[in-house]
């Protein structure tokens, strides 16, 4: 009886077509491949920015939130998050996240309960990113690279919460353009102070050995009050006090 003929792979460019969007990043990233295959990329690329510009043109001034997915109502991380949500949407800002649950879910929860405006930036993976049920405007993206890039594009400020390797993604990408003059007066507040005080000690370290100018560890105020963040006038409409 003859062995059955080995199950082959697709051609990457028939993959680069058919690949679910939970798989574009890996799919992208895994190397060089076709041209037509590379091609056909660059236009899924494109697409995802034009879903962007077109879904947040009009939202106006916006701030960003960050943290981990992986809180639940009744965590006083989740409460926080709630509350800078709601103070934000008060001043008339549009409270922007990752659109999902935990963090993400509490400040844009904490802007609707206000009367505030609420918006999601998602991503697709295939655990986590459900959206939350509290944003007015959704836009789901295949390319992590094309969702900082928007998250920045359409911010004045970000709120960094508790969260895990994404959130020190965020935070990082948005220092280091900082930092090199690819963006200015964009305030960074980090909350909860208990939790990154580690990081903290850790960039203090690293101006200490000259590896950050000293001044770069004025790009972030850390605080646990929403009170206190507003008070040193981080966040404004302007965003001219960073």
């Known amino acids: 009886m003859a062995s059955k003929a080995p199950v082959q792979s697709p051609p990457d460019s028939v993959a680069a077509v058919v690949a679910p969007p939970e798989r574009a990043d890996e799919i992208f990233l895994e190397g060089p491949r076709s041209r037509f295959a590379e091609f056909f990329t660059l236009l899924r690329v ?8 077109r879904a947040l043109h009009f939202i106006g001034p916006c701030v960003t939130v960050f943290g981990s997915a992986r809180v639940n109502p009744g965590d006083p991380h989740y409460e ?51 959206s939350n049920a509290y944003l007015d405007r959704c836009v789901r993206l295949h390319y992590f690279f ?51 005080s580690q990081l903290i000690g850790f960039l203090e370290q690293m101006s200490q050995r000259g590896k950050i100018s000293p001044s770069d560890l004025s790009l972030i105020f850390t605080t646990d009050s929403v009170d206190e963040a507003f008070a040193a006038r981080r966040l404004n409409h302007s965003g001219s006090d960073a």
């Open 80 to 130: 926080l998050a709630e509350k800078m949500g709601a103070a934000l949407a008060r001043l008339g800002f549009t409270v922007m996240t990752g659109g999902g649950p935990g963090i993400m879910e509490a400040a844009n929860r904490g802007a609707k309960e206000v009367g505030g405006r609420s918006v999601g930036c998602n991503i697709e993976l295939p655990f986590e990113q459900v």
């Open 146 to 196: 094309v969702r900082k890039a928007l998250l920045i594009k359409y911010s004045y400020a970000f709120v960094v919460m508790p969260g895990g390797a994404g959130t020190l993604d965020e935070l990082f990408e948005a220092l280091t353009l900082i930092q090199n003059g690819k963006i200015k007066n964009f305030p960074i507040v980090i909350m909860g102070t208990d939790y990154w």
């Open 46 to 53: 494109m697409r995802d920015f034009l879903r962007g510009f």
